[in-house]
RNA sequence: GGAGGCGUGGUGUAGCGGUUAGCAUAUCGGCCUGUCAAGCCGAAGGUCGCGGGUUCAAAUCCCGUCGUCUCCGCCA
């Protein structure tokens, strides 16, 4: 080793200990003949100090110094002088006095600043060009002690219980169901295709058939669709599946691993343990979305009732046709500017609302219950009976002080909108406590949507989950009416984990894909491995898979999880720093047995 | 596929119709033995993303385009 100790380790305890210590510069205060260096590994900062008198061939060496050298550095650990430590340093009660100094490579200027100032400002391009030297600085870094300690601890929870973790295939078979797929073409089969898996499903239900019973795996999976902030075409998840359990079971196993490993990644309280299990019909009613951010209320309430006969032909039609009126309240809201209410109205717009009501409740009521206009503040009141009015302060539960804020629309605008107003109001509004945890599970999903587009029932989760026990006899009669035995695990509004327990019997599977629309020409043809794996003793099972970029980024406290993955792609699915995808040269493509078409569009062209 | 934000020395930014394109920091040189955002003095560094248009005059206004971010659609 180049080096005896790491940069984070000295302390007094090893003062008067010769050491020699290799790293990055990562910052140098000159002094003309004193030169101080905070020397940088993966470990941390120390402090070593050169002394032109005492070292005078060492301090020729260190006056070369520049940002991001690596450099390896012998000498004696020693006190600083009193007064002089550094409490905002690991090692800031010691330094290194220098007897000898070897360049082992100097540095380029980096494109920006490495040693920890500003760095989160500097423009992601650039970070995600160079993201050797953006992994560097030590809140990356840190992010990929937090993620391997996150893998770490999962591996060893499943591994003590039991659990093999068996790897499965990336190139396996694309199947029409789902997420786009990413394919790859076959050399050795011309006009044929594999695809990446956009998760191990099937196979890890056929894990279950030959007879693993506990199965886990860190797996890699592929979706080739847009991507977002907590979305990338690769990502990884904890991907696990049993034998002879129930949802109860699987729900259980997760909830006990997420409390063992959330403290050694986090200093912030769970909220509350056991975890929340909310239904799904619930979690829209309150929060309208199925995965709630459960650290704070403002849960939503409906109007509808109410106004169905109101005056208001807004609110009337809205029920009318098929709608709901629903609202939530911003707390000490009444006295938000006019301009502050038009930037909510923007925002709720965005989600397909065609505006927001509001009603700034700004003193008590009158002795009959009243609220007089001394009390409101409302574009809408005016359109309102005094009962109506006093019919929504109450479900509203407000205080004087507080604003309503009312949406009516169908019943996926009005959820939309209130859903993501709520975060808004709770951002705004500094209601979101940042030093909790609050998860959750959400359970009795619908079994099946109605696809508008394509005129048939489509599975919320896939098609292999089962059906409540005492929902199966409505698959045919009432498709909409059937729940589901899947559960989602939900951390502070983010789903990091969503399963089920599957469907095990050929014969339930056969009516599942003729609920789907599904000829059996079709589900054998992509499913026929399955189903022919059903037929040879197939054991009850069901699993569940965790998002491990959302969890890592969730612990490391940052906003998108390219933060928590080495080498990420920006939105439009590019590696900067490697420039892919790139073309390919004709004789591959020859090999491949693939023509390409020119693309019109000018930004495509093939690179020069 | 759609909407919005951003793009100015290496980096972060100000400027938003006429400026010598300002500031901070980094970089380079000089001075400096207790700094830790070291300090002081000095220097160099800019096709204002790209293309077109409007105008006597464009970093600034308009159109297009590229890149990037966020969101909608999409993501069983």
């Not at 014969?507 to 629309?517: N, S, V, Y």
Request: glycine share 8%; proline share 5%.
């Amino acid at each position: 080793m180049l080096k005896t100790h790491n940069c984070g380790e000295l302390t007094a305890a090893d003062i008067g200990q010769k050491v020699t210590l290799a790293g990055w510069v990562n910052r140098r205060r000159d002094h003309g003949g004193l030169i101080f260096i905070d020397l940088r590994d993966r470990w941390g900062l120390t402090q070593v100090t050169i002394d032109s008198e005492a070292s005078p061939e060492a301090h020729a060496a260190a006056a070369q110094l520049r940002g991001e050298y690596v450099v390896q550095v012998h000498g004696t650990v020693r006190a600083r002088p009193e007064g002089f430590e550094n409490p905002n340093l690991a090692t800031g009660a010691i330094e290194v006095i220098i007897h000898d100094v070897n360049i082992l490579n100097p540095a380029k200027t980096p494109p920006f600043y490495i040693d920890g100032r500003d760095a989160d400002s500097v423009d992601e391009t650039l970070r995600l060009t160079y993201r050797y030297l953006d992994l560097r600085r030590a809140r990356m870094m840190n992010n990929l002690v937090l993620r391997h300690q996150l893998v770490r601890a999962i591996r060893e929870y499943f591994s003590a219980r039991d659990f093999l973790e068996v790897e499965t295939p990336i190139l396996l078979k694309s199947t029409p169901e789902g997420a786009r797929d990413f394919i790859v073409p076959s050399r050795m089969h011309p006009q044929k295709f594999y695809a990446l898996p956009q998760s191990p499903q099937q196979l890890k239900q056929l894990l279950m058939v030959a007879g693993v019973e506990r199965y886990f795996q860190i797996a890699r999976c592929f979706r080739d669709e847009d991507l977002r902030a907590d979305r990338q075409p690769e990502f990884t998840q904890l991907d696990l599946e049993m034998s002879f359990v129930d949802a109860s079971d699987i729900r259980g196993l997760i909830e006990e691993m997420l409390i063992e490993v959330t403290p050694l990644l986090s200093d912030k309280e769970i909220l509350a343990q056991p975890f929340p299990v909310i239904t799904y019909a619930e979690a829209m009613a309150k929060y309208g979305v199925d995965r709630p951010d459960l650290r704070f209320g403002q849960t939503l309430f409906d109007l509808s009732a109410i106004v169905a006969e109101s005056e208001f032909g807004v609110f009337r039609n809205a029920v009318a046709n098929g709608g709901q009126v629903k609202g939530v309240v911003y707390p000490g809201g009444a006295d938000l500017t006019r301009r502050e209410i038009d930037e909510l109205t923007d925002f709720v717009k965005h989600y397909g609302a065609k505006g927001l009501a509001w009603i700034g409740v700004t003193d008590a009521p009158d002795a009959d219950g009243v609220y007089g206009d001394d009390a409101l503040r409302s574009q809408i009141s005016k359109f309102l009976s005094p009962r109506e009015i006093s019919a929504i302060v109450q479900s509203a539960s407000v205080e004087p002080g507080d604003l309503i804020l009312i949406v009516a629309d169908r019943p996926g605008v009005v959820a939309q909108s209130l859903s993501n107003l709520r975060l808004e109001i709770g951002k705004r509004a500094d209601l979101i406590p940042q030093d909790k945890l609050a998860y959750c599970w959400v359970v009795d999903f619908p079994l099946l949507e109605y696809d508008e587009d394509e005129e048939r029932w489509q599975a919320v989760h896939h098609p292999f989950t089962s059906a409540r026990d005492e929902d199966w006899q409505y698959l045919e009669s009432d498709p909409g009416r059937v729940l589901a035995k899947a559960y989602d695990v939900v951390l502070n509004g983010w789903e990091i984990g969503g399963g089920s327990i599957r469907i095990y019997r050929s014969d339930l599977q056969d009516r599942m894909f003729k609920a789907l629309g599904l000829s059996s020409a079709e589900t054998e043809a992509q499913f026929g491995h399955l189903l022919d794996a059903f037929q040879y003793g197939a054991p009850p099972h069901g699993g569940i898979a965790l998002g491990i970029d959302r969890m890592a980024a969730l612990f490391a406290e940052t906003s998108t999880i390219r933060d928590v993955i080495a080498f990420p792609k920006t939105a439009a699915g590019t590696d900067l720093m490697v420039d892919a995808p790139s073309p390919v040269t004709d004789a591959q493509l020859k090999e491949l047995h693939i023509d390409v078409r020119p693309v019109k569009t000018k930004s495509n062209q093939p690179a020069g």
